[in-house]
C-alpha cells in the first residue's frame, strides 16, 4: 500500500474489565456485562456493511481458558472469546493487535512483570493462532519498549499527537473541568505520521478519542466532534497524512444511540472520500 496517500484508520481498545482492573465495582461490572457484547456486534455490523476494516487491540486474558476470573460470578466481564471469534469471521478483515496479557501499569511495573506478561500473552495467542506484531500500550504509557522490540513487535500505538505540543504550551491556571475537557478533545485537529523510534520500531500516534458521553464529557456535542474529525480528514487528504481515531467499545455504554450517529456520519464522510480516491484505510500494521 502506498504510504503517499492520505490514509485513515480506527483503533479500538478491546479490554471488558481489565481496563479498569484497579478501580472497578459492580455498576462498571454490569456495564461491562450488559453492553459491551452488543455494541461491539453493532460495531462490526457498521465496518461490514461499510467494508471497513479496523485494528482491534486485545487483552490477551480475555481468551485465557484458564484465567484466574473464570468460573467467578462476573466471568462474562474478564472472559470474551466470543467477541474476538465475531471480530476474526467478519466480512471484513479485521486486525487483531496486542493490547498485553493483563493491562498492567508499564509506568509502573518492573522489566520481570512486564517480560512475564508478554509471555503470557505470547503462549495466549499462539493458542488461538493469532498472530500479530502491533501493540497497544495500556492506559498508553508507553515503556518497555526494548522488551516491545525483543518480542518482535514492529510497531506501537503511541499517545494523542496533540499531547506533545501541550508539553510546551500547558497552561497551569486551567481549572480541572476544561482541563479534563481539553485533555480528552484537542482544540486543534491533528493529523499524524508514524515515525521510526531509537529501537527501529513503528511510532503510531493517534489524532482523536472518540470520547464516551458520560459525565462533562457529554457537553462535547456530536456537531462540534463530527466538524472537528471532518476537518482532521480533509487535513489528513491536504497533507497526505493519516487521521487516525481510536476509542474502546466503552465509550459508546452512554447515549449509545447518538454515538452511533456520530460514528455513522464519520464513516459516510470517509465512504465519500475514498470513493473520490482522495484516501484509503489503514490497519495498523500496514504503516511503514
Ligand atoms: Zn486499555
Redesign the pocket.
Known amino acids: 500500500m502506498s504510504s503517499k496517500k492520505a490514509s485513515f484508520a480506527i483503533s479500538i ?1 478491546l ?1 471488558l474489565a481489565w ?1 479498569c482492573w484497579d478501580k472497578t465495582n459492580s455498576e462498571i461490572i454490569r456495564k461491562i456485562i450488559t453492553q459491551e457484547r452488543p455494541i461491539c456486534k453493532k460495531l462490526l455490523q457498521i465496518f461490514d456493511e461499510n467494508e471497513l476494516p479496523v485494528t482491534w487491540a486485545v ?1 490477551t486474558a480475555l481468551l485465557d481458558s484458564n484465567g484466574i476470573m473464570n468460573g467467578k460470578e462476573d466471568q462474562k466481564a474478564w472472559y470474551a472469546p466470543d467477541i474476538v471469534e465475531n471480530i476474526l469471521k467478519s466480512k471484513v478483515k479485521h486486525l487483531i493487535a496486542s ?1 498485553s496479557y493483563g ?1 498492567k501499569e508499564f509506568n509502573s511495573s518492573s522489566r520481570e512483570e512486564i517480560t512475564e506478561d508478554f509471555e503470557k500473552s505470547r503462549f495466549i495467542f499462539k493458542k488461538n493462532n493469532i498472530n500479530t506484531n502491533v501493540f ?1 500500550f ?2 498508553n504509557q508507553v515503556n518497555h519498549l526494548d522488551i516491545l522490540k525483543q518480542f518482535d513487535f514492529k510497531s506501537y500505538r503511541s499517545v494523542d499527537i496533540s499531547w506533545y505540543k501541550k508539553v510546551y504550551n500547558y497552561n497551569k491556571y486551567l481549572g480541572k473541568i476544561s482541563n479534563i475537557i481539553d485533555k480528552t478533545f484537542p482544540l486543534k485537529t491533528n493529523t499524524i505520521m508514524p515515525s521510526i523510534d531509537s529501537f527501529g520500531l513503528i511510532e503510531i500516534p493517534t489524532s482523536i478519542l472518540l470520547i464516551g458521553k458520560n459525565g462533562i464529557r457529554s457537553f462535547v456535542s456530536n456537531f462540534s466532534m463530527f466538524k472537528k474529525i471532518k476537518d482532521g480528514i480533509d487535513l489528513s487528504i491536504s497533507k497526505n497524512e493519516c487521521f487516525h481515531i481510536w476509542f ?1 467499545p466503552s465509550n459508546f455504554y452512554y447515549q449509545s444511540e447518538s454515538q452511533f450517529k456520530l460514528l455513522n456520519k464519520i464513516i459516510d464522510y470517509v465512504n465519500l472520500k475514498r470513493e473520490q480516491g482522495a484516501i484509503e484505510t489503514k490497519l495498523l500494521d500496514q504503516f511503514s
Do not use: K, S
Request: glycine share 10%; charged share 30%.
Open positions: 481498545d479490554e481496563g487483552v493490547h493491562h497497544v495500556p492506559r474502546h
